[in-house]
């Protein structure tokens, strides 16, 4: 935005100079668009490059979910009968189905993504300080201060969440297998509206916490 305002700052910048002065370029003008040019590159380079990284990331996650309900499945149908018939089938389902996706979308994509964006964090710290090291730690430290206090503060909270989260998911689960499995006697006793009342509460409160967890 300095250059596009003032192109004579060319001639005070050393980096901006440099470059001038070893491209050999005749004006201002013409050194304006090439840097703009280069700006319109770097932007479109770095904005593949982030959508390389997400399908690269959503692919191993996706990947590795597959590979984890594959073996959950495996070890269940290695057991011997007798432990299906004192087990429920909603919960089995549940832990194929939505622990592997939970696990998955919840947890592990969130430490990648901390993980790659404390990366790219660092680099751009570390820039700071070696332009500006003291008002750049000052800073540093009383963020850093701030997210430790609510980190703390929200620890217990977010484990009363995550159990809830499961028992709800466990409620939604019951009471659609409840629903179809006993389908012949609702419909004779005319209970369709207790059963959908019933999961629509759930599935409210379960939204509701769903939001707040993910927050």
């Not at 087990?87 to 832990?95: F, G, T």
Request: contains cysteine; glycine residues 8%; charged residues 15%.
């Amino acid at each position: 935005a300095t250059l596009i305002a003032d192109p004579t700052v060319v001639e005070s910048n050393r980096w901006l100079n440099r470059a001038y002065a070893t491209l050999e370029f005749s004006d201002h003008r013409a050194f304006l668009i090439a840097v703009g040019t280069v700006l319109v590159g770097v932007v479109v380079v770095r904005n593949l490059f982030g959508m390389f990284c997400l399908w690269y990331r959503l692919r191993y996650l996706h990947w590795l979910r597959v590979r984890l309900a594959a073996r959950l499945l495996r070890g269940y149908m290695a057991r011997a009968y007798s432990f299906f018939l004192g087990a429920n089938s909603a919960h089995l389902s549940k832990n194929l189905l939505v622990d592997t996706n939970t696990l998955i979308n919840g947890y592990l994509y969130s430490w990648i993504t901390l993980v790659t964006d404390g990366v790219m964090s660092g680099a751009i710290i570390g820039f700071l300080i070696w332009q500006e090291p003291f008002v750049t730690l000052i800073a540093l430290s009383c963020f850093g201060l701030i997210g430790i206090g609510l980190a703390w503060g929200m620890k217990r909270k977010l484990q009363e969440l995550g159990r809830r989260h499961r028992a709800l998911n466990d409620s939604l689960f019951k009471t659609v297998n409840e629903s179809f499995g006993g389908i012949k006697e609702i419909k004779v006793l005319g209970r369709e509206s207790f059963f959908v009342s019933a999961f629509t509460a759930v599935a409210r409160e379960h939204a509701r916490v769903a939001i707040v967890f993910m927050l």
